[in-house]
């Protein structure tokens, strides 16, 4: 059984927003728990290209 992962990558939108620390717990962090916001992380971004690949372009 796979196990589903306990904290986000990225902070929420809403703490994102507001410039404020987020504790990344899923599926509502603490901040948007207090304040009853809705509380949604967006997709993690793509790495950045190595420098192997960043060289071929």
Do not use: I, N, W
């Amino acid at each position: 059984m796979e196990r589903l992962p306990t904290k986000a990558r990225q902070a929420c939108g809403a703490c994102k927003k507001h410039k404020r620390k987020c504790d990344k717990v899923l599926p509502v962090c603490g901040l948007c728990a207090r304040t009853e916001r809705a509380c949604e992380y967006g997709e993690s971004p793509k790495p950045s290209p190595s420098a192997e690949e960043f060289a071929a372009l």
